[in-house]
């Protein structure tokens, strides 16, 4: 596997292909060639003659090497369920192998990765298997979105635990607001510092429409990436 991080969350909807396309464009502005991934997407629509994941195609416009569809999004659905419920509609299977076979592919074609999971750290994706699972064999460090909204303190806690418990280390944190009407931000921020106990990369705001990333890589300090 070739250097990189996998990137999870604290739950869904909190921003991590946001945070994935927005550290990919930091990354590539030091220089780096990034391979940007999807590992799985659930939730296409479709567009121009063909099906578009929304998380898919923002990854391939924040990278900097010329990936395919296919190859920043190797596994994909046209429900937006979890990938487990989406692949049985299709009648589809999750095979662990070819998955992994096609994200260390897309990988090494970068000089850096950055693979996204789905949902939060432990999703079903096949029996017993799940993203946990997959992070596992990745091997690589994690970097967790945490979703400033309410509760994000435990939800940030929980996973951390369960990454260490993997035997993985937790690389660094972003806090990325969901919630814009959240009180005590400050004192949230300081209880997760406290309790991660691993760099935070920086606190993204909640971007109008339009100018987010282009905003958002500049508020991103990724110097403990690159020292990794």
Do not use: Y
Not at 73 to 94: D, N, S, V
Not at 111 to 129: M, N, T
Request: hydrophobic share 50%.
């Amino acid at each position: 596997m070739s250097r990189g991080f996998f990137i999870t969350g604290t739950d869904t909807e909190i921003g991590k292909t946001f945070v994935t396309a927005a550290l990919t464009r930091a990354l590539a502005a030091r220089g780096l060639r990034v391979a940007a991934i999807k590992a799985l997407a659930a939730g296409q629509d479709f567009v121009e003659g063909r099906w578009v994941n929304e998380d898919v195609a923002t990854l391939q416009a924040a990278q900097n090497i010329g990936l395919a569809d296919a190859e920043v999004g190797p596994l994909q659905f046209r429900e937006p369920c979890a990938p487990h419920i989406a692949a049985r509609l299709e009648g589809r299977t999750i095979d662990a192998a070819p998955l992994l076979g096609a994200i260390r592919a897309t990988a090494a074609k970068g000089d850096i990765a950055l693979i996204e999971g789905v949902g939060g750290f432990r999703v079903p994706l096949a029996g017993s298997w799940d993203t946990a699972d997959l992070a596992v064999e990745l091997g690589l460090p994690v970097i967790l979105v945490v979703g400033l909204r309410l509760g994000c303190i435990n939800h940030a806690l929980l996973t951390a635990e369960a990454v260490r418990a993997r035997g993985l280390t937790l690389a660094a944190w972003v806090a990325n607001t969901v919630d814009t009407h959240q009180s005590h931000v400050a004192d949230n921020l300081a209880a997760l510092q406290a309790g991660l106990k691993a760099p935070c990369l920086g606190h993204l705001p909640r971007f109008p429409e339009g100018g987010a990333l282009h905003d958002a890589p500049a508020r991103l300090d990724i110097s403990a990436l690159l020292l990794a």
